[in-house]
């Protein structure tokens, strides 16, 4: 390929796509999308042809749409009225929380919204639960993992993500939404080998590197602030973004939500494997003006991020210290029904349920919040170790 081919293939790679869009009406969805992929020269990706598109959106846990909590069923139903007119077989789905069984899948999207528009687009709910193991052999952190069957065998994955607030990694949009490749049980294991935010982003990488999505889309019409990406508040933003750059795409996420990209994990180890220049410069933004939308002020923070003393002084601050000063999960009783996700879902098997409410054991917590991303009831607080026992 001649340099100014590779040049212009390169800049055509870090292009992100920003289409303000009002509202969920279908056909305001479907116009915006269909912007999307002119401003990106992605045309081809909706060319009339075959083979099977999987759709990837965030479906964490079961949320009616106008929760926030995941991707908002009408960006899917549109994208495949799109893909199945232009004759692809269609399927969508993700590997909610812990789950695993294909019961659990049909009624998360059912009480989710999804089963009923996106069928009647053309597409289908995809109930398969089954994992297969695939191997990473050039991968930073991971070399092996168990990714979704159905996933795994689509020609073509388009990665469809929601704009939120994250407890452990600030932020979930493009690369984080591929975690839900992995069936439920195996996040677990994942969150226990890296639980550290710097650590386990390397394996997000990693992971998002594997899937190859030939497109990625965050909803960011409505996202979430506050303590996400379950238990936060929706907000309003009004726009949709498009790249065939996750890391370009989570860029402008993170620039949308007014928070700065350095300030991602997720963004930082991007730039640190020259994913993404180091000062993030070279994204380029087309269609409508990002700073139009840009939050003010910005989302509220997922999280307690570290405390700069633990940030400034890490190993040099007193154990007794850091317990204080650390984030940890709290069960408010009040609101606690005792169902017992937090515990199937703590992959330090650190939630005791034997009274029937759970208890953390403090010693074994490895601080991934798990327990606080799948509690049905918004039970599970995060605090500094000081606030703990308050
Ligand atoms: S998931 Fe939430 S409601 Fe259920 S037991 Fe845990 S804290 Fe209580
Ligand atoms: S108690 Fe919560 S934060 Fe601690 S390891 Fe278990 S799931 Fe993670």
Redesign the pocket.
Known sequence: MPDSDRMNKARDDRKVAVVACPDYDPAHVRAALLRALTLLDAGDLIAPGQGSVYLKPNIVMAGPPAAAITTHPAVVAELARVLSGAGYTVMAGDCPGFYSDSPSLRRIYRQSGYTEPVEAAGGHMCDDASGVRVTLPDAAALREIQMAAAMRGADRIINIAKLKTHSLMEMTAAVKNLFGVVPGVHK?EL??RF?RAEDFAETLLDLCEHVGASLHIVDAIVGMEGPGPTAGTPRFTGVLLAGRSPHAVDVAAARLMGMKPESMPLLRRAAARGLLSPNFSDVVLVGDPLERFIADPPYKSGGLSEHFLLRTFGRLVPARMKALLRT??VVLGNLCVGCGC??R???????DMSSGR?V???R???????????CPRRA?ELRRGWRAGK
């Open positions: 677990a969150h226990a639980p940890q999960p937090c515990a879902a703590c992959p330090a098997r650190a939630i759970p953390i054991d403090r074994s917590c490895i601080r991934c919040f798990c327990c606080q991303e799948l599970v």
